[in-house]
């Protein structure tokens, strides 16, 4: 009986579910993103503190489309890249990634307005 529990539990998903660092690495995400600092697209921590502070109660959704539709143009400092789609990440994988980019939010620096327009110390200047 506990081997067919187990075999049930593998098989949902819920025995073996990825972590939020596992999806990145195996996606790449790091190669254009940090966590708190800018590198070739916005700080983990910079999409966190915006998506909480501009789309509130959307946050999370509005950074699961952005995963798996990609995105341009929401970050003026940024607008020579684009993230391509991330389509093939199941509903649970996104979910996760949002969930962990939301709680960074917290690492973000600078004092500006946040609206990632590359004016102050928003989500543009004063990342390290």
Same mark, same amino acid.
């Given at each position: 009986?506990?081997?067919?529990?187990?075999?049930?539990? $593998?098989?949902?998903?819920?025995?073996? $579910?990825?972590?939020?660092?596992?999806?990145?690495?195996?996606?790449?995400?790091l190669?254009?993103?940090?966590?708190?600092?800018?590198?070739? $697209?916005?700080?983990f921590?910079?999409?966190g503190?915006?998506?909480?502070?501009?789309?509130?109660?959307?946050?999370?959704?509005?950074?699961?489309?952005?995963?798996?539709?990609?995105s341009?143009?929401?970050?003026?400092?940024?607008?020579?890249?684009?993230?391509?789609?991330?389509?093939?990440?199941?509903q649970?994988?996104?979910?996760?990634?949002?969930?962990?980019?939301?709680?960074?939010?917290?690492k973000?620096?600078?004092?500006?307005?946040?609206?990632?327009m590359g004016q102050?110390?928003?989500?543009?200047?004063?990342?390290?």
């Amino acid at each position: 009986m506990r081997k067919i529990f187990i075999a049930s539990l $593998a098989l949902s998903g819920l025995l073996f $579910a990825q972590s939020a660092e596992e999806i990145i690495d195996e996606n790449g995400c790091l190669a254009c993103h940090a966590v708190a600092s800018k590198k070739a $697209a916005p700080a983990f921590a910079g999409i966190g503190k915006r998506n909480k502070r501009f789309e509130g109660a959307n946050a999370k959704s509005t950074i699961m489309n952005s995963i798996k539709n990609g995105s341009s143009g929401k970050y003026p400092m940024f607008s020579e890249s684009a993230m391509p789609p991330f389509a093939n990440l199941s509903q649970e994988e996104l979910s996760t990634l949002a969930d962990y980019i939301l709680a960074q939010s917290s690492k973000a620096h600078g004092r500006g307005n946040g609206r990632g327009m590359g004016q102050g110390m928003g989500m543009g200047r004063g990342m390290n």
